[in-house]
Antibody, heavy 119, light 107 residues
Framework: QIQLVQSGPELKKPGESVKISCKAS????????MHWVKQAPGKGLKWMGW????????TYADDFKGRFVFSLEASASTANLQISNLKNEDTATYFC????????????WGQGASVTVSS | DVQMTQSPSYLAASPGESVSISCKAS??????LAWYQEKPGKTNKLLIY???SLQSGTPSRFSGSGSGTDFTFTIRSLEPEDFAVYYC?????????FGSGTMLERK
């Protein structure tokens, strides 16, 4: 079955970097886009952008341009999210989610990766 | 950005009842509206996309309607497993935006 398994919780200090992984299984990785979604504590969902897994091209929402990088290890069916120069407001759960073909909706989700930024 | 206003934020109902959730877009998004379910300990689930299309595996008691700026999500005859948080999402244009969520609690 389709699964997206994300890396574990992270505790970081302001200014540090973090890399979150999302390993896909149960389907052909490069046939589907991968989206990233942020959920701050007690808040709703915020779309960060997506990456075309076939050509590796990322698209970022404006609020996530600069410190956020989507990347791939296609041979390992893995998508990554790297956040640099962490700020307190980056404290959140980050979800990877597979894009449904032909639609900008997300038809399979990871379990979420918690990132806590605290000095 | 397209603002999605979802209401109510909280809803209490009993199994067997029917409930509806509203989602209003700040501009015309045609029928590019999806609904998701969030439950503790489970991954988020896509239920409906393009306004009214049921995602594979979504039970027929779930339905979506609307176009333009006004959309409705309905669960007919609630089952015990339906108590969850529901979000709408517009998939018409970047950046894709979500409603603030509706917590459906068992009365």
């Amino acid at each position: 079955q389709i699964q997206l398994v994300q890396s574990g919780p992270e505790l970081k200090k302001p200014g540090e970097s973090v890399k979150i992984s999302c390993k896909a299984s149960g389907y052909t990785f490069t046939d589907y886009a991968m989206h990233w979604v942020k959920q701050a504590p007690g808040k709703g969902l915020k779309w960060m952008g997506w990456i075309n897994t076939y050509i590796g091209k990322p698209t970022y929402a404006d609020d996530f341009k600069g410190r956020f990088v989507f990347s791939l290890e296609a041979s390992a069916s893995t998508a990554n999210l790297q956040i640099s120069n962490l700020k307190n407001e980056d404290t959140a759960t980050y979800f990877c989610a597979r894009g449904k073909q032909g639609r900008y909706v997300m038809d399979a989700w990871g379990q979420g990766a918690s990132v806590t930024v605290s000095s | 950005d397209v603002q999605m206003t979802q209401s109510p934020s909280y809803l209490a109902a009993s199994p067997g009842e029917s409930v509806s959730i509203s989602c209003k877009a700040s501009k015309n998004i045609s029928t590019y509206l999806a609904w998701y379910q969030e439950k503790p300990g489970k991954t988020n689930k896509l239920l409906i996309y393009s306004g009214s299309s049921l995602q594979s595996g979504t039970p027929s008691r779930f339905s979506g309607s609307g176009s333009g700026t006004d959309f409705t999500f309905t669960i007919r005859s609630l089952e015990p497993e339906d108590f969850a948080v529901y979000y709408c999402q517009q998939h018409h244009e970047y950046p894709f935006t979500f409603g603030s969520g509706t917590m459906l609690e068992r009365k």
